[in-house]
């Protein structure tokens, strides 16, 4: 089938890439002509396992298409999916010129009947306004054209994205058409031979889907936060109790481990734009809220713990850290709690010498050349000449410690672990002081 994806992002270009993959013709447009002409040439934007292959074989075939121009998308497929970004306003609500400017376009240019699919997470009633955006453009031309408008949000996460896409855990698919119903059921054919993912609902309900999914995982993680910031007050250790909890099959093990707080570009902005929404119909999300703000106080456990801990005289201390993403597999440094943690440090005069893996050239990016940072090329030399380490995320290669090496080479002998990587008695045997997140009494 024929399918053109507007926006290049995450999710636009791992869903293009995949759906191209499967044997489909696939068309991607975005007005970033910087971006099109570098993935034309093979340079993939983002860093995500398993892309890189799919894209240049597919573009190589001729099934991914890269444009800047439009009108091509519009008149290449009667599938348009719409995979802008939704990033927060000024007061946190998503903000829609993007999906709506995109939906204008659609109508501008087209000819014939178009299907058009909101892959972006959109609040409930963007469906509706779409459409609505749609029909006003098509009147301004004095056209009368059919069209339908569905909602098909994406469940990807970075680091993943790709085995995620082609082995999604479901297809939700919000639409009251069955013909539109019928023409998404033939696009996902290829990832549903084995057993129906799909879930046909309802559009908002669709819409509602989305975000509902991923503020239960964020007040997952929040909760587990809290019982680990109660189990150190009381002297016990949250990974005890998380493996507790974990063995009740209602709760499970996923999405309970406990760490510096979470970040990315989904879970702080949908969270928040969940609570905009209900504050927007008078519902006060209690819930939600609280979830929002134990992460914003989840974000700044490191710093008061590294504080804490060098008696609140860190001016002219050299901090090590281990980790800038916000979380492994990838080189996104969106809303990272590295990032509240090296702010909060520089703001007290302390220095920080960093590495990651991947997203060293992101964290130069953001911050460029400044004296009171170092991003340097291994882990070992991270730990020169600092007086203490910081892990901030869980990266693989960060599993396996020297922690002699470590001893011998920090000022004072400490780690503070984000993520809870290593066993407390193993550290402290090597003459190491150690702080992970809920274990062992707070300092
Ligand atoms: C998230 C969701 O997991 C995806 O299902 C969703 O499709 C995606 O958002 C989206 O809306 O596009 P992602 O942002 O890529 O995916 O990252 P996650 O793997 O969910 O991690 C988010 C944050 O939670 C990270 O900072 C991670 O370190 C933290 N986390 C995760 C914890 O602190 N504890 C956990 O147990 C799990």
Not at 101 to 125: D, E, F, Q, W
Not at 280 to 295: M, T
Not at 316 to 336: C, H, Q, V, Y
Request: net charge negative.
């Amino acid at each position: 089938m024929k399918v053109t994806v507007f926006g290049i992002g995450y999710v636009g270009l791992v869903q293009a890439a995949v759906l191209a993959d499967v044997g489909h013709d696939v068309m991607c447009v975005d007005v970033d002509e910087a971006k099109v002409e570098s993935l034309k040439k093979g340079i993939i934007p983002i860093y995500e396992p398993g892309l890189t292959p799919i894209v240049e074989a597919n573009f190589e075939s001729g099934r991914l298409k890269f444009t800047t121009d439009a009108k091509l998308g519009v008149e290449h497929a009667e599938i348009q999916f719409i995979a802008v970004g939704t990033p927060p306003d000024e007061d946190g609500s998503a903000d829609l010129k993007y999906v709506l400017g995109v939906a204008a376009t659609i109508a501008s240019y087209m000819t014939a009947p178009k299907l058009v699919i909101n892959k972006s997470t959109v609040p409930v009633g963007t469906a509706d306004k779409v459409r609505a955006a749609i029909a006003a453009k098509l009147s301004e031309r004095g056209e009368s054209i059919d069209f339908d408008v569905a909602s098909n949000p994406e469940f990807l996460k970075e680091g993943a994205a790709v085995t995620d896409c082609m082995k999604p855990d479901r297809i939700v698919v919000g639409s009251e058409n069955p013909a539109s119903v019928e023409k998404l059921r033939e696009l996902y054919a290829p990832f549903n031979r084995n057993h129906d993912r799909m879930i046909v609902m309802d559009v908002r309900s669709a819409e509602l889907t989305k975000y509902a999914a991923n503020c239960m995982l964020a007040t997952k993680i929040s909760f587990m936060n809290e019982i680990a910031n109660l189990a150190e007050k009381l002297g016990a250790d949250i990974e005890n109790v998380r493996k507790g909890i974990g063995s009740d099959p209602r709760i499970g093990y996923h999405f309970i481990y406990p760490g510096c707080g979470y970040g990315g570009s989904c879970f702080p902005k949908d969270v928040q734009a969940m609570v905009r929404a209900a504050d927007s119909i008078d519902f006060d999300a209690q819930l939600l809220k609280a979830v929002e703000s134990v992460n914003y106080r989840q974000k700044e456990t490191l710093f008061k713990k590294v504080s804490a801990y060098f008696d609140h005289k860190l001016e002219g201390k050299t901090i090590a850290l281990w980790g800038l993403s916000f979380k492994p597999n990838t080189d996104d440094m969106r809303e990272a709690s590295s990032r509240v943690l090296m702010e909060a440090l520089w703001r007290v005069g302390a220095k920080v010498r960093a590495y990651d893996p991947e997203a060293m050239e992101e964290t130069q990016r953001i911050y460029g050349a400044r004296d009171d940072l170092s991003l340097v090329g291994t882990k070992e030399s991270a730990l020169q000449d600092a007086d203490a380490l910081v892990i901030c995320t869980e990266w693989k290669s960060f599993r396996a410690a020297d922690f002699a090496m470590i001893k011998q080479t920090l000022r004072s002998p400490v780690i503070f672990d984000g993520r809870n990587l290593y066993d407390p008695e193993t550290v402290k045997k090597h003459g190491l002081d150690y702080y992970g997140i809920g274990r062992g009494l707070s300092i």
